[in-house]
């Protein structure tokens, strides 16, 4: 580092003295920007430091090493340089913004906001503070709120390079690739020898897929800065996704160079590859779990190196990783490492494949972790289950993650049998969206991964994101079917369905951005090819165990001990020889061929002994058939025949080894006809454990009796479970020496169902689903759904219980699990009721398509049923094909309730204003507070009060408002009962009389009429838009609210509305914030306040201090307002009913009050009609919005 000297100059010597001190800082600024580049930063806070020394004065250097700090999360320091740096420059910009970096950094996020709301007001035309305030909310997680400050900042500086880049890296970080390339470019434009410009734009195109274009603007960046950390690191994700490890490591240290990312400090050396025998080395992992679990692999090797392995790990990951073989001790990363631990060296553990040398294709691919036996526990499925399948569906990031009521049509396929093993943030939703009947949430089981492992290791196959459980998965040799984005991490590469990582992995890939659907449709198609395997293996399974041969060796496996002698009479090819060295075998098979097949397989074994021979008494002359033929293999031939040879007896075989004279004897009688022959052969000695099969007429059994034997057989007749006493019965039996009992189970833990469990389960659904109809037509519906949930229990494709639990789930506001209870119940057979319900549901959730097939298939069921011709009907409205709606509901208003109402909403959307009022009264509403006053129906009142009552939401009130004048030209007076945040609005209309609210007293009246009805009663006069602009004033008690006076235009925001969940967000009108010619303003109260905090919009969107507690003050905000925009809310009904321009944000979704095919109101003549898009995107409508609002904005600047 270059130093200053002391100079003693002259006067004559200053000026030059003073060039050359310029000199030697711009020197030490070019030394420090390159260590900054190489990702030195405590190189360059030291340059820094020096520059300082010798100018106090240099505010870039300060500003510099404030930034240095800051990477590296030395957040004190850089407040202490902010500090000083205002100290000489009190005004600095660049120090105020990065004094809040600082203090956000430090969790002091209050005193970093009040120092951007004050550099707002001081310089809110500044770029660069609002460059600033868009980090903060970013790192917040704010981010539409950091995009509108970004796009403002462009706005106000359309050529400020720093904006256009910083708005290209915050779409691209949230996935907008398309969008960021084109900022990209604009900056590339503006700063074509910026090499981060390069890279950037390269990463985005590598995540559109367009490799080509990418490595081009990779190398041109590293031309303009072979130091760009940026570069190196898009050019290691290329080599990755291609398939070139060997080459992708010497990019990927770069990785290193970035900010704030160093090298942990730890002891010992860094391990460079070389001889690590006898030597302790520790294994730092980064922040991916992902890797850590990839990169486990490798850790065994190591070992077999020589080397003793310490894992500095992942809190999460400790737990699991402390059985993995060739680990002496596991640390948590998140303590220090003991003092008195001895490293010699450290790595990380994502470099162990470059130090080891692997390429892609020499990976270690068995698997290399496991489940803690202490963490297993038995996962219980129904008997029909043929598959248990996990889902984790939360991804790396938005782009990876999968919308969960998307998955739930894995529900819908026979054999499968769904279980959640998400942990995350987002686990809740599982339990919210479906049901235990559709998906089992294991996640409360779930601390750490340990215990995750525990559960998949009880599972069959696990579907998931790119997430940490999908690796895990893959990492414990579990087949698992991955979906991927169509912008996956580079470690997928591309073009495959395979990962050299995970051999037990197949890729699901996206096309493109968007719906999750398509893939997860492949998915299911391959869950039921594996359906169809397993239940294929399955049946061999149960096959098997039904088999003498899987009986006895259940039996034979369960009482061989060792040190026993084992007498496996007519051993045959040997399959019931124990694969064990503690036992001798005598194999005896009496044939030739298949004593050399026993040879070939047992000759070199050394407990096994051949014996070719018969058994029974001595001398018998035999054939011996390698086939058996009626069950046997072995015959006995008349005398003077010749044959095989002579059988001989078992004491003889054993006289002739006294070495095993000690051992006990487990008999195995496989010789069938034989077997009274060969018990009589053994006089000398007795058996402890006997195997054998009777038959009808065999004495063995009655000899073992006789001999003292207990006998016995397997309750169940196949190889599993308990036995019970032998009664005679053909079949296999056991026979056991006295004082030898019986174990608890035999065979293995489990089999599977037999048809006859899976039909018993199946009638105890139907049993069960038979009581939930009973005690839910008692209207006991809690019970009624524990009925049907232990119904589905046992049968999950129970169509009773999938129809009914659907219709429950369905009332909940649970639209995708009810459709997938519907399917479940259709694919058991179509019921009309079942598939109308689906078509409902699949309507609601605007699937138009498939609700169209659902509704046709119960009308071709019942062509001329009024309820599915109402279903018909609604989907017609709400596919934009009113007429046809309409005349379908004309034919139904006599036969299904409702229909006249609707038919009424879909005459006004369709502008038919006077027939539509003039059958308001079908309208549903709330009763008066005076039902016995006789109901006014329009006449002539003569000076009667009428009891006008609000029947209607806030937002109709308001419209129905206007006809209440019209009542006093009727000669009636109005006493108004209504809401109290109405009350004060419409106590100064004109004709009413008094407000009453809630219970307080009512005065005397003489007819009663509902506000919602006015328009109907008042048909005779005037209806739809009054005379002038506006029907509603500013009350005269409440003045118009102040705000600040400028020349802007003041826009009075109010989002939310009909229909709830889905009217405009706030986070959608935020675009409208990028202008700086807009004044936004929040119309509403409290729960508006709430929405902008939640949303970190407070510098961007104002709300009124104090909110207003009811319309009319939310009339005095309105006043101030130069144009109102916003959902269908009241506050956009108050705006447009008091005359103010009221552009309103519609849903792609029916709402009678807005005419379809109209950008006006027949309603309000102020108001101006903006359509979401049919994809669900507000974007169309809000660019229309924002040209608008400037035209108005130019309009008022004048």
């Given at each position: 580092m270059m130093?200053?000297?002391?100079?003693?100059?002259?006067?004559?010597?200053?000026?030059?003295?003073?060039?050359?001190?310029?000199?030697?800082?711009?020197?030490?600024?070019?030394?420090?920007?390159?260590?900054?580049?190489?990702?030195?930063?405590?190189?360059?806070?030291?340059?820094?430091?020096?520059?300082?020394?010798?100018?106090?004065?240099?505010?870039?250097?300060?500003?510099?090493?404030?930034?240095?700090?800051r990477l590296l999360r030395q957040p004190r320091e850089a407040l202490q340089c902010c500090v000083k740096l205002l100290a000489v420059d009190p005004g600095h910009m660049g120090a105020r913004v990065e004094m809040a970096e600082a203090l956000h950094q430090m969790?002091?996020?209050?005193?970093?906001?009040?120092?951007?709301?004050?550099?707002?007001?001081?310089?809110?035309?500044?770029?660069?503070?609002?460059?600033?305030?868009?980090?903060?909310?970013?790192?917040?997680?704010?981010?539409?709120?950091?995009?509108?400050?970004?796009?403002?900042?462009?706005?106000?500086?359309?050529?400020?390079?720093?904006?256009?880049?910083?708005?290209?890296?915050?779409?691209?970080?949230?996935?907008?690739?398309?969008?960021?390339?084109?900022?990209?470019?604009d900056a590339i434009a503006l700063a074509p020898d910026q090499a981060m410009h390069h890279a950037g734009l390269a990463a985005s195109l590598l995540a559109l897929g367009r490799m080509d274009e990418a490595a081009q603007r990779v190398e041109r960046a590293l031309l303009l800065d072979e130091g760009c950390v940026e570069a190196h690191l898009v050019r290691a994700d290329l080599k990755l996704m291609t398939g070139r490890l060997d080459e992708f490591w010497e990019d990927a240290q770069w990785r290193w160079l970035q900010p704030g990312v160093n090298r942990p400090f730890l002891p010992g050396n860094h391990w460079d590859g070389r001889s690590i025998g006898g030597k302790t080395l520790l294994l730092h992992a980064g922040l991916s779990l992902s890797n850590s679990i990839r990169m486990a692999r490798f850790v065994s090797l190591l070992a077999e190196m020589g080397a003793r392995v310490v894992?500095?790990?992942?809190?999460?990951?400790?737990?699991?990783?402390?059985?993995?073989?060739?680990?002496?001790?596991?640390?948590?990363?998140?303590?220090?490492?003991?003092?008195?631990?001895?490293?010699?060296?450290?790595?990380?553990?994502?470099?162990?494949?470059?130090?080891?040398?692997?390429?892609?294709?020499?990976?270690?691919?068995?698997?290399?972790?496991?489940?803690?036996?202490?963490?297993?526990r038995p996962i219980v499925a129904p008997p029909g289950a043929a598959l248990k399948v996990g889902l984790a569906w939360a991804g790396r990031d938005l782009d990876a993650a999968i919308p969960f009521p998307q998955l739930l049509r894995l529900a819908e396929i026979p054999g499968l049998v769904l279980f959640a093993l998400e942990f995350s943030l987002d686990a809740p939703v599982a339990a919210l969206s479906a049901d235990p009947s559709l998906v089992t949430d294991l996640g409360p089981t779930v601390a750490d991964y340990a215990d995750l492992a525990g559960r998949i290791a009880e599972l069959d196959v696990v579907v998931a994101a790119d997430c940490v459980t999908a690796h895990l998965a893959g990492s414990m040799g579990k087949p698992v079917l991955l979906m991927l984005p169509s912008n996956a991490h580079p470690r997928w590469m591309r073009d495959t369905d395979r990962s050299p990582w995970y051999p037990t992995i197949t890729l699901f890939r996206k096309d493109s951005p968007g719906d999750w659907r398509a893939v997860i449709e492949r998915v299911g198609t391959a869950l039921g090819h594996m359906v169809a395997e397993n239940r294929r293996i399955r049946d061999e399974q149960r096959h098997r165990a039904a088999s003498a041969a899987a009986i006895q060796q259940a039996f034979l496996a369960a009482h061989l001990r060792p040190g026993?002698?084992?007498?496996?009479?007519?051993?045959?090819?040997?399959?019931?020889?124990?694969?064990?060295?503690?036992?001798?075998?005598?194999?005896?098979?009496?044939?030739?061929?298949?004593?050399?097949?026993?040879?070939?397989?047992?000759?070199?074994?050394?407990?096994?002994?051949?014996?070719?021979?018969?058994?029974?008494?001595?001398?018998?002359?035999?054939?011996?058939?390698?086939?058996?033929?009626?069950?046997?293999?072995?015959?006995?031939?008349?005398?003077?025949?010749?044959?095989?040879?002579?059988?001989?007896?078992?004491?003889?075989?054993?006289?002739?080894?006294?070495?095993?004279?000690?051992?006990?004897?487990?008999?195995?009688?496989?010789?069938?006809?034989?077997?009274?022959?060969?018990?009589?052969?053994?006089?000398?000695?007795?058996?402890?454990v006997m195997?054998?099969?009777?038959?009808?007429?065999?004495?063995?059994?009655?000899?073992?009796?006789?001999?003292?034997?207990?006998?016995?057989?397997?309750?169940?007749?196949?190889?599993?479970?308990?036995?019970?006493?032998?009664?005679?019965?053909?079949?296999?039996?056991?026979?056991?020496?006295?004082?030898?009992?019986?174990?608890?189970?035999?065979?293995?833990?489990?089999?599977?169902?037999?048809?006859?469990?899976?039909?018993?389960?199946?009638?105890?659904?139907?049993?069960?689903?038979?009581?939930?109809?009973?005690?839910?037509?008692?209207?006991?519906?809690?019970?009624?759904?524990?009925?049907?949930?232990?119904?589905?229990?046992?049968?999950?494709?129970?169509?009773?219980a999938n129809a009914n639990k659907g219709v429950m789930m369905h009332m909940a506001g649970r639209r995708d699990a009810a459709i997938s209870c519907y399917r479940r119940a259709l694919g058991q057979g179509l019921t009309a009721g079942v598939a109308a319900n689906l078509g409902t549901a699949l309507r609601e959730l605007r699937r138009f398509d498939e609700a169209e097939i659902a509704t046709r298939q119960a009308l071709d069921s019942s062509p001329d049923n009024p309820d599915f011709l109402y279903d018909l009907a609604l989907l017609r409205r709400d596919q934009g094909r009113l007429a046809e709606a309409a005349a379908l509901l004309r034919r139904l208003t006599e036969k299904r309730p409702g229909a006249d109402w609707t038919l009424v909403q879909i005459l006004l959307a369709s502008g038919h204003m006077d027939e539509g009022l003039a059958k308001f009264g079908t309208r549903p509403g709330i009763p008066s507070p005076r039902p016995e006053l006789p109901a006014w129906k329009g006449e002539h009142l003569a000076a009667a009060t009428v009891l006008v009552h609000q029947d209607c939401d806030l937002a109709d009130a308001v419209m129905m408002a206007r006809f209440i004048p019209q009542i006093a030209a009727r000669g009636g007076l109005v006493v108004l009962h209504c809401h109290a945040e109405l009350a004060a609005l419409l106590d100064d209309v004109s004709g009413v009389e008094?407000?009453?609210?809630?219970?307080?007293?009512?005065?005397?009246?003489?007819?009663?009429?509902?506000?919602?009805?006015?328009?109907?009663?008042?048909?005779?006069?005037?209806?739809?838009?009054?005379?002038?602009?506006?029907?509603?004033?500013?009350p005269d008690h409440v003045r118009p609210r102040r705000f600040a006076k400028d020349d802007r235009l003041r826009v009075g925001l109010c989002w939310g509305g009909r229909p709830a969940g889905r009217a405009c967000r706030l986070t959608d009108l935020l675009n409208l914030a990028a202008d700086p010619e807009l004044a936004l303003t929040a119309l509403g109260g409290e729960e508006l306040l709430e929405d902008i905090l939640t949303a970190g919009t407070h510098t961007l969107v104002e709300a009124a201090t104090p909110p207003p507690v009811d319309l009319a003050e939310t009339a005095g905000i309105i006043a101030a307002m130069d144009v109102v925009v916003g959902g269908d809310t009241p506050e956009l009904h108050l705006a447009a009913a008091m005359g103010k321009p009221a552009w309103v944000l519609l849903p792609d979704a029916f709402n009678w009050r807005w005419p379809q095919g109209r950008e006006d109101s027949p309603w309000y003549p102020t108001a101006r009609v903006f359509r979401q898009s049919a994809d669900g995107s507000w974007g169309h409508a809000l660019s229309r919005v924002a040209a608008g609002l400037r035209v108005l904005a130019a309009k008022k600047r004048g």
């Open positions: 130093d200053v000297e002391d100079l003693e100059l002259g006067d004559e010597d200053t000026e030059a003295a003073g060039d050359a001190a310029a000199a030697i800082i711009d020197a030490m600024m070019e030394e420090a920007q390159l260590a900054r580049r190489d990702g030195d930063l405590v190189g360059a806070i030291a340059s820094y430091g020096s520059i300082i020394d010798s100018d106090p004065g240099h505010t870039e250097a300060r500003l510099a090493m404030a930034e240095c700090h969790g002091r996020n209050e005193e970093a906001r009040a120092i951007h709301d004050l550099l707002l007001h001081e310089r809110p035309d500044s770029p660069l503070t609002w460059c600033g305030l868009a980090r903060l909310l970013a790192d917040e997680d704010h981010a539409p709120a950091a995009e509108a400050c970004l796009r403002r900042a462009l706005a106000l500086a359309p050529g400020h390079g720093p904006s256009l880049a910083a708005l290209a890296r915050h779409l691209a970080r949230f996935g907008r690739h398309a969008e960021a390339v084109d900022g990209f470019h894992l500095w790990i992942q809190p999460g990951l400790a737990p699991l990783l402390e059985s993995l073989d060739g680990v002496d001790r596991v640390l948590r990363n998140d303590r220090p490492v003991p003092l008195d631990l001895d490293i010699d060296l450290f790595a990380a553990l994502t470099d162990l494949p470059r130090l080891l040398g692997f390429t892609l294709a020499d990976i270690p691919d068995t698997p290399w972790l496991e489940a803690p036996r202490r963490k297993r026993d002698l084992l007498v496996d009479c007519l051993s045959g090819d040997g399959e019931f020889i124990p694969a064990r060295g503690d036992v001798e075998t005598l194999a005896v098979e009496p044939n030739a061929k298949m004593t050399e097949t026993l040879r070939d397989r047992f000759g070199m074994v050394s407990t096994v002994e051949i014996i070719p021979a018969a058994l029974g008494t001595e001398g018998t002359t035999f054939l011996a058939s390698p086939a058996p033929k009626g069950g046997r293999r072995v015959f006995a031939v008349p005398p003077g025949i010749p044959g095989h040879g002579e059988t001989i007896s078992l004491d003889h075989v054993l006289a002739q080894r006294p070495g095993l004279a000690a051992r006990r004897i487990v008999l195995r009688l496989g010789q069938t006809g034989w077997e009274a022959d060969i018990l009589a052969g053994l006089k000398d000695r007795q058996a402890a195997v054998f099969e009777h038959r009808q007429g065999a004495t063995a059994a009655a000899q073992a009796k006789e001999a003292g034997f207990s006998l016995w057989r397997l309750a169940s007749g196949i190889a599993h479970g308990p036995v019970a006493a032998f009664a005679d019965e053909p079949g296999m039996v056991l026979a056991l020496a006295p004082g030898i009992n019986p174990v608890e189970h035999y065979g293995p833990p489990d089999v599977p169902p037999s048809p006859q469990d899976i039909a018993d389960a199946a009638e105890e659904a139907e049993r069960l689903t038979r009581d939930g109809i009973a005690l839910q037509a008692t209207r006991r519906l809690g019970d009624a759904a524990a009925a049907y949930a232990q119904a589905l229990m046992r049968d999950p494709f129970c169509a009773g008094q407000v009453v609210v809630g219970d307080d007293l009512l005065p005397t009246c003489e007819r009663r009429a509902a506000l919602s009805q006015l328009g109907r009663l008042l048909r005779g006069a005037p209806t739809g838009r009054p005379s002038s602009l506006s029907y509603l004033n500013l």
